[in-house]
C-alpha cells in the first residue's frame, strides 16, 4: 500500500505499514449517521454536537469587534448562522451562497439568536446518504488531515497483507481458561470494528474504551509488555556480576561506617539493607528500587551498599539528575567516608576542563574509590576501571536510555554492575506491576525517630502580608525558612511574582534577617556558596525556585511557604514540603494560591493538605498525568502503552501476567511473534 498524500509526516508519525495504521486507533467518534432539520438542530444541540444541513444564504466577513466570518444556512423549517473566527478564502468559496452543505456542531445563544461557532462542514448534495457507521477522529500532526488519515486507515484494512499481521495465533485453551466468560471478539474483528463503529455501537463504551472490542486491544498490548519485561528478568539472571559477599572481618568498611554514624538505623532501614545485601551477594545483577518518603533515610542505605562493593576493591558511582542534589550527596558521603580513608571522585558538566580531566584519570586509574556526580558520569569519556555498584537517585529523572548503560568489559567477559535505584516519588502498585515487573523493590516505611510530622496549610495569595509577619515571628524564634517560587522571570501573561521581586520584597519588609536567593540561572560555584551560608544559618530566609526540590538537608529550616502553588504538582509540592520537618522543631508548609482556581488545582491543594502518605498522593498524581512521566520514558521519546490506562484496566493486568507465565513456559514459538507484533524496536525500552 502506498501513501502518497504527505508521506513524509504520516512516516514521522510512525504511520508507515498497514500494521502500524491498523493500530492507529481513534481517539473518539462523531456520529453522522442522523441528521436532524435545522429547527430540530436548534433544541436538540444545546445537548451536544448535532448534525444538519441547509443551503447557504449569506456569506459575510465582518472586522469588527474582530475579523470574523458569518454564513446563514436555511431548510424548510428555519435558518441557523455559523460563525468562523479562524477561516480560509477556501472555505469562503466552499460556503459560497447557493451551496448546499452538512453541518455538525453545538448549538449555542450568539448576539444574533442561535448559532454554531466552528462546526465541520462538507458540501453535499440534500440527497446525500448518510454514513452506515461513527466517523472517527484519529490523533494527527499538523499537516494531516482527518480525510486524508480516514482514507488510508481504510486502504490498509483492505490490505490482504494485514490479515497474516492481525492472525488469531494466542491459543484458545490458554484464552478460555484464563478469561471463561470473555465474549471478546478476535484481534481483526475488534479493530476493524474500532475503525468503523456501526451506528447502533455503545458511543459510551467505545469513548471509554470499555467496550470489548478495546478489551481485546488492550489485553494483547498489555500482554505483549508482560511478556517483554519477564523475558528481560531471565535475561538479567543469565548476565554475569561481581559478588559481593559480607566481610567477615569487624574492621571492613562497612562496618566501619555503621559505628561511625552518629544515629542508629531504623527498623525499616535495616530490613532493606538486609535485602540489598543479599542482592549483592548473587552473580547476576541486582536491579533493585529503593523507595523511601522524603527524608527517610535512603542516602546512608546507599552509603552502605557502596561500602560493601568498596570492601572487594571495586568502585561505587552515585548519580543524581541535578547538580545541587549529586553535590549533597557527595558532601555527605565525603562527611561519612573521607574520615575512613575513602577516595572519592566528584563529576559534573559545570567541571572546569582540567578538573574534569583530573576526575576522570583518578576513575580510570581506580585511585578513586567512590564516584559521585551527574549524568556527566555515563558520558563516553568517563571509563571506570571496576565498577561494581550504580547508585541511581531520583531515578525517574533520567531517560529509559540512560539507565541502559553502565555496563563494562573485565578481561574477556563483559560484566555488568549492580543496579540500585532510588526514589522518594513512591510507584503506585499499578505502575510497579506493569513498568517495573523486572525490579525489586525495597520501601522504607517508616520516618528516623524524631522526624515530626509536617502542618500543611492552604492560603489565598491576598494574605501575603500575613504570612511575612508570621514568617518575622517565626524567623525570631531562631528557626530558619524558605519561600518557594515558580518562575525566575516577569511574565506578562501569568502575572506571576518572581523569585526576584519577591526576594526584594522579602529583604525589605525583614531587615533584620538575611535573605537569600537561589535559582536556576545561577552558576554552580554561587549557588552552592548561598546553599552553604543558608546551612550554617548564615541565611535565615532562603528565596528560591525548584530548584532545592530534592536533596537540601537544612533541620533548622522549620518552615515553607510555597508560592503560586496551584501551578505545583502533587509530586513537587510532596517534594518540597519534605525540605522542612528534619529537625527537633514543629514544621510548617504553607501553600499559597492565586485565584480563581480550577477544579483540578483546588482538589489538588486539598488533597496535599489532609494527605501526607506518599503513595496516596502518587496514585493521585498517575490518575493526573499518567505513566509517561513518572517513569522518564517521555524522556526517551516513547509512551509504552498506548491503549491501556492503569487505573481503569488495572485488572487486566494481572490476567496478562498469567498468560505471558503460559506463553513463556508452554509456547515459546508463539512468543517472537507476538513482541513483534506489538512492540517492535520498543521491546528493548522495556529492559531498562
Known sequence: ????????????????????????????????????????????????????????????????????????????????????????????????????????????????????VHPTVKAVAADAPLPMSLTPVYPASAGVSQTVIRKVVAQALRDP??????????????????????????????????????????????????????????????????????????????????????????????????????????TAQERVWSEIGHDLEKSFPMNRLLQGDVGSGKTVVAALAAARVMDHSYQAAVMAPTEILAEQHYLKMKEWFEPLGVRIAWLSGSLKAKEKRLAQEMIESGHAQLIIGTHALIQESVSFSKLGLAVIDEQHRFGVRQRLEIQQRLGSELFYCHQLMMSATPIPRTLAMTYYADLDVSVIDELPPGRKPITTKVVKAGRRDEVIGGLQSWLSKGLQAYWVCPLIEESEVLQLQTAVESYEQLTQALPNFKVGLVHGRLKSEEKAAVMAAFKANEIQLLVATTVIEVGVDVPNAALMVIEHAERFGYAQIHQLRGRVGRGSADSVCILMYAEPLSMAAKERLQTLREVSDGFVIAERDLSLRGPGELLGAKQSGDAMLRFVDLQRDAWLIELAQQAAERLLAEHTDLVERHLERWLGSRAEFLKA
Open 161 to 266: 497483507s494485514l490479515q497474516d499481521s492481525l492472525a488469531e495465533f494466542l491459543p484458545k485453551k490458554l484464552m478460555t481458561e484464563l478469561l471463561p466468560s470473555n465474549d471478546w471478539p478476535s484481534l481483526q474483528a475488534a479493530i476493524t470494528y474500532l475503525h468503523q463503529p456501526p451506528s447502533n455501537a455503545n458511543t459510551q463504551a467505545l469513548l471509554e474504551r470499555t467496550d470489548p472490542a478495546w478489551r481485546r486491544v488492550q489485553f494483547e498490548e498489555l500482554l505483549a509488555q508482560q511478556i517483554s519485561l519477564k523475558r528481560a528478568h531471565a535475561i538479567r539472571r543469565e548476565r554475569h556480576a561481581p559478588s559481593f559477599a559480607k566481610p567477615s572481618k569487624d574492621k571492613s568498611l562497612e562496618a566501619s561506617l555503621l559505628k561511625a554514624l552518629p544515629f542508629k538505623l531504623t
Open 1 to 116: 500500500m502506498t501513501t502518497k498524500q504527505a508521506p513524509s509526516t504520516l512516516q514521522k508519525m510512525g504511520l508507515d505499514s498497514p500494521m502500524a495504521l491498523a493500530l492507529h486507533l481513534p481517539s473518539r467518534y462523531e456520529d453522522e449517521t442522523e441528521l436532524f432539520t435545522i429547527e430540530e438542530a436548534l433544541s436538540q444541540g444545546r445537548f451536544g454536537s448535532v448534525q444538519t444541513q441547509g443551503v447557504v444564504i449569506r456569506n459575510q466577513v465582518l472586522f469588527r469587534p474582530r475579523r470574523q466570518m458569518l454564513v446563514t444556512i436555511e431548510d424548510e423549517t428555519e435558518i441557523l448562522q455559523l460563525r468562523f473566527l479562524n477561516f480560509y478564502p477556501s472555505q469562503q468559496k466552499q460556503m459560497a451562497v447557493g451551496v448546499h452543505i452538512r453541518v455538525r456542531g453545538e448549538v449555542r445563544e450568539g448576539f444574533q439568536g442561535p448559532e454554531m
